[in-house]
């Protein structure tokens, strides 16, 4: 019963945000279509180059101008090319329904492949080996990935802690889950509703969860922001900690197994995330550049320091 409510909230949360707040949050339905696991064959998945492309109108009309650009990278097809334009506004971090005439996107040179084709992560991490389940969020490019035994087996798209709240950098673990939570930071008569989380700061109540998705850069009070489709993957796949008579001392009791390991890692950009580079005449997809292995991070709090210690005894 609890799992039906959380879901019909949810519904409801996500009609709101793609109708009345349409212009400024990512309508998170339609990111369904194209966002999802890595295909086990990442070593056959091409290469991606990409291009600019200029919305043009000769009435200089924008709505004109976006019809024109979905028909051209549709190849002729509007309908195709308006399900293109998807991935196309998750590259760029904007709005579709925002751009006008004159304005420069980025595009694929290759459409229609496995989503895992466009990843900004590596397909492969030799310092994830080791790792069941590996967890990464990079703050410059506000996004995040998850790894099985080095292999990437998805990656997305996160809004991190604003200025004033910054998600902090280190590693961590997951711990508890909720599948759904008031925010303590709410304000008097506006609960701020979260679903699908899964904490990994305990100390200070930070976790990964779905909500409204604008499409800018760091927007929240700590904590990260994912898409539904997202939240809800990382929700069942992620291992959380396991509690036993002995072992780290927690607020929430003895913790003798922590849960898969997170790195955040990066820079938090002042704005929107700068993902391709501007030299030359063509973009070039931003790498993300790795810790030669996991516990290169420092620990991000007490439990990863304890557990370091157990480690290296």
């Known amino acids: 019963m609890i799992r039906i409510f959380c879901l019909l ?42 291009d600019y492309k ?18 051209v990278i549709g190849e002729g097809d509007t309908k195709k090319g308006r399900s293109r334009a998807l991935l196309v ?8 329904d925002q751009m006008s005439v004159g304005d420069t996107l980025v595009v694929p040179d290759k459409w229609d492949l496995d989503f895992c084709a466009y990843s900004p992560f590596p397909r492969f991490y030799a310092g994830g080996l080791a790792f069941d389940k590996l967890f990464i969020i990079d703050k410059s ?42 925010s303590s930071h709410s304000p008097p008569g506006e609960p701020w509703e979260m ?48 509690k036993g ?9 003895t913790i003798s197994q922590p849960g898969t390991t997170v790195l955040v890692v990066g820079n938090d950009p002042p704005g929107s995330p700068t993902t391709f580079s501007k030299k030359g005449r063509t973009p070039e997809l931003l790498p993300v550049q790795l810790p030669g292995h996991p516990f290169d991070i420092a620990p991000g709090g007490a439990q990863q320091k304890y557990f370091d210690r157990i480690r290296r005894m």
């Open 9 to 50: 909230l949810l519904v409801a949360g996500l009609f709101k945000a793609t109708t009345v707040d349409a212009q400024f949050y990512l309508n998170q339905g339609e990111l369904a279509e194209i966002m999802h696991e890595c295909t086990p064959e990442l070593e056959r998945l091409p290469s991606v180059g990409y």
């Open 54 to 71: 200029v919305l043009y109108s000769s009435r200089n009309n924008s709505v004109l101008a976006r019809a024109t650009f979905y028909k």
């Open 89 to 96: 506004a998750l590259l760029n971090r904007k709005l579709m």
């Open 141 to 182: 490019i506000q996004a995040w990935a998850a790894y099985e035994s080095g292999r990437l087996a998805r990656w997305g798209i996160v809004n991190t802690g604003d200025a004033q709240h910054r998600t902090p950098n280190g590693r961590f673990n997951f711990n508890w889950k909720s599948e759904y939570r008031v």
């Open 195 to 242: 679903y699908w989380l899964f904490n990994f700061v305990e100390e200070r109540g930070i976790h990964v969860h779905q909500y409204p998705f604008p499409s800018g850069g760091p927007m929240s009070h700590g904590c990260v922001r994912l898409v539904d489709e997202d939240a809800i993957w990382i929700y069942n796949w992620a291992d959380g900690w396991k």
């Open 245 to 253: 008579a002995s072992g780290f001392k927690s607020s929430m009791g």
